[in-house]
């Protein structure tokens, strides 16, 4: 293996905000000024590559992942070297001016491979924790960090939770909020053949966008939800980046081509009104061929989803994948949590 | 905020009223101009990223009429083209569109206005 190359990797930080107002709640969060986003951006060491909105949410394809602005939620997700955790503080502040408070924190992520290249407070993930709980106000009192394991030594999941306690009176009401899930996706070890379209070819006169449109095509991204209005963009001389944006939900895809630390990573939301069967395992199906990654690992988040995970290891068997461990933990404001592993049954 | 600067060249023409949509559409569709269309909304972040790229654009490019449509203000302008993110540039030559852009992709806008406004300043001479 290298001895360091690009992380892939993402750290991931969702923060909810509430307010009293009712237009601020309408519109919230996506009237921040565009020099605040990159005021938090520059925070973290990233940039906006191109980004779209529509009635419900903003999206930005970030040049190290991306970022989802809806009126009282924001998502944001960063992989190699940046520093996601230090816009945790400017976004809290940024919200006030508009009238909202954070309600809830949620942050997430895989095992970097190559964990002493990040920079503080990445360093481990006890440090992260300590970093989290010092930027958060008080009244989020109800907290937990926990590393889910594996089997692999490669994969493993730490998520930190914290939450003022009104998304759980919300989530017994039943409420809105508590519709979606999150499905988070690394998969590490691509196919070589597969990973090479991800590459550019030298001068292709081509900008970013059109680039990124033309392997959105060919690696068949654009059927995984042919609903969706894909954002794309290509990295020079590697790499990809989408989002994309179906009514009220977003779906997202990052890629890492390098052979030696080759990663995908692949994350969306889906309604638990959503037919499991049809909708969630055929999207989960098309990027894992996408790829063909010699492991796969699959965090869900929200609403307790004990069924799906059965459904999932029957629908990864024909494509070769055998389910290799499953655990599942309860968070504050975030819910079930379930983390599992998938490698190719060669392995 | 901004104030239609109706006739204006250099500059991104705001319509706030279909009336003024549609002379300005026509008077540069009768001019042979080239129209780019900014599909926007007050409350959509990304049309505030790539607004001042636009800006340059129409300074840069006084042969173009560049046009702003609020798709709150003149809904049914968006529905007849069918909008549904913003931002969405939208290229009309002759009366007819040639092409489109959806979000704000700085790259591909400046390509593609850059594209067009030269082929039709040679259509045009």
Same mark, same amino acid.
């Given at each position: 293996?290298?001895?360091?190359?690009?992380?892939?990797?993402? &750290?991931?930080?969702? !923060?909810?905000?509430?307010?009293?107002?009712?237009?601020?709640?309408?519109?919230? !969060?996506?009237?921040?000024?565009?020099?605040?986003?990159?005021?938090?951006?520059?925070?973290?060491?990233?940039?906006?590559?191109?980004?779209?909105?529509?009635?419900?949410?903003?999206?930005?394809? !970030?040049?190290?992942?991306? !970022?989802?602005?809806?009126?009282?939620?924001?998502?944001?997700?960063?992989?190699?070297?940046?520093?996601?955790?230090?816009?945790?503080?400017?976004?809290?502040?940024?919200?006030?001016?508009?009238?909202?408070?954070?309600?809830?924190?949620?942050?997430?992520?895989?095992?970097?491979?190559?964990?002493?290249?990040?920079?503080?407070?990445?360093?481990?993930?006890?440090?992260?924790?300590?970093?989290?709980?010092?930027?958060?106000?008080?009244?989020?009192?109800?907290?937990?960090?926990?590393?889910?394991?594996?089997?692999?030594?490669?994969?493993?999941?730490?998520?930190?939770?914290?939450?003022?306690?009104?998304?759980?009176?919300?989530?017994?009401?039943?409420?809105?909020?508590?519709?979606?899930?999150?499905?988070?996706?690394?998969?590490?070890?691509?196919?070589?053949?597969?990973?090479?379209?991800?590459?550019?070819?030298?001068?292709?006169? &081509?900008?970013?966008?059109?680039?990124?449109?033309?392997?959105?095509?060919?690696?068949?991204?654009?059927?995984?939800?042919?609903?969706?209005?894909?954002?794309?963009?290509?990295?020079?001389?590697?790499?990809?980046?989408?989002?994309?944006?179906?009514?009220?939900?977003?779906?997202?895809?990052?890629?890492?081509?390098?052979?030696?630390?080759?990663?995908?990573?692949?994350?969306?939301?889906?309604?638990?009104?959503?037919?499991?069967?049809?909708?969630?395992?055929?999207?989960? &199906?098309?990027?894992?061929?996408?790829?063909?990654?010699?492991?796969?690992?699959?965090?869900?988040?929200?609403?307790?989803?004990?069924?799906?995970?059965?459904?999932?290891?029957?629908?990864?068997?024909?494509?070769?994948?055998?389910?290799?461990?499953?655990?599942?933990?309860?968070?504050?404001?975030?819910?079930?949590?379930?983390?599992?592993?998938?490698?190719?049954?060669?392995? | 905020?901004?104030?239609?600067?109706?006739?204006?060249?250099?500059?991104?023409?705001?319509?706030?009223?279909?009336?003024?949509?549609?002379?300005?559409?026509?008077?540069?569709?009768?001019?042979?101009?080239?129209?780019?269309?900014?599909?926007?909304?007050?409350?959509?972040?990304?049309?505030?990223?790539?607004?001042?790229?636009?800006?340059? /654009?129409?300074?840069?490019?006084?042969?173009?009429?560049?046009?702003?449509?609020?798709?709150?203000? /003149?809904?049914?302008?968006?529905?007849?083209?069918?909008?549904?993110?913003?931002?969405?540039? /939208?290229?009309?030559?002759?009366?007819?569109?040639?092409?489109?852009?959806?979000?704000?992709?700085?790259?591909?806008?400046?390509?593609?206005?850059?594209?067009?406004?030269?082929?039709?300043?040679?259509?045009?001479?």
């Amino acid at each position: 293996m290298a001895v360091s190359g690009f992380e892939g990797f993402e &750290k991931r930080l969702e !923060l909810q905000f509430s307010g009293d107002d009712p237009v601020v709640n309408e519109i919230g !969060l996506r009237q921040l000024h565009f020099e605040s986003i990159e005021q938090v951006l520059t925070q973290v060491q990233c940039t906006v590559v191109s980004a779209v909105g529509n009635r419900y949410f903003d999206s930005y394809v !970030l040049s190290e992942s991306s !970022l989802f602005v809806y009126p009282t939620k924001i998502i944001i997700k960063t992989c190699g070297t940046t520093q996601l955790l230090k816009s945790v503080c400017p976004l809290i502040l940024f919200a006030r001016e508009i009238g909202l408070r954070v309600s809830a924190c949620r942050y997430t992520r895989g095992n970097f491979i190559f964990p002493n290249s990040q920079p503080f407070p990445h360093t481990s993930f006890k440090e992260e924790v300590i970093y989290l709980e010092e930027q958060l106000p008080p009244n989020l009192c109800f907290r937990k960090a926990s590393v889910m394991p594996s089997k692999l030594s490669s994969h493993s999941w730490h998520v930190f939770t914290a939450t003022d306690g009104s998304h759980m009176l919300m989530q017994q009401l039943r409420d809105e909020s508590d519709e979606f899930y999150t499905i988070e996706v690394c998969m590490t070890e691509l196919d070589r053949v597969l990973a090479r379209k991800f590459f550019r070819r030298p001068n292709d006169g &081509k900008t970013g966008d059109s680039a990124g449109k033309e392997m959105t095509e060919i690696t068949g991204i654009c059927d995984i939800n042919p609903n969706a209005l894909i954002c794309d963009f290509a990295f020079d001389p590697c790499g990809y980046s989408m989002n994309g944006i179906d009514g009220n939900r977003y779906s997202t895809i990052h890629v890492t081509p390098e052979d030696g630390y080759s990663y995908a990573s692949f994350e969306c939301i889906f309604s638990v009104y959503d037919d499991t069967n049809d909708v969630v395992m055929e999207a989960l &199906k098309k990027v894992v061929q996408v790829f063909r990654p010699g492991v796969v690992s699959i965090s869900t988040t929200g609403t307790s989803t004990d069924e799906m995970w059965t459904r999932m290891s029957t629908a990864f068997e024909p494509l070769g994948m055998k389910c290799r461990s499953c655990s599942i933990d309860e968070f504050p404001a975030a819910g079930t949590v379930v983390f599992g592993t998938f490698t190719t049954r060669r392995k | 905020m901004s104030t239609s600067e109706e006739g204006q060249t250099g500059q991104v023409i705001s319509c706030h009223t279909v009336e003024v949509w549609k002379d300005n559409f026509e008077k540069g569709t009768d001019s042979k101009q080239l129209i780019v269309v900014d599909f926007t909304a007050s409350w959509c972040g990304p049309c505030r990223f790539i607004a001042p790229v636009l800006a340059e /654009l129409a300074k840069k490019l006084p042969h173009v009429m560049f046009l702003k449509v609020d798709v709150d203000d /003149l809904e049914k302008v968006a529905e007849e083209f069918e909008v549904k993110a913003m931002p969405t540039f /939208l290229f009309f030559k002759d009366g007819k569109q040639i092409d489109k852009v959806v979000g704000a992709k700085k790259e591909e806008l400046q390509q593609k206005v850059m594209a067009h406004s030269s082929a039709a300043a040679v259509a045009a001479a």
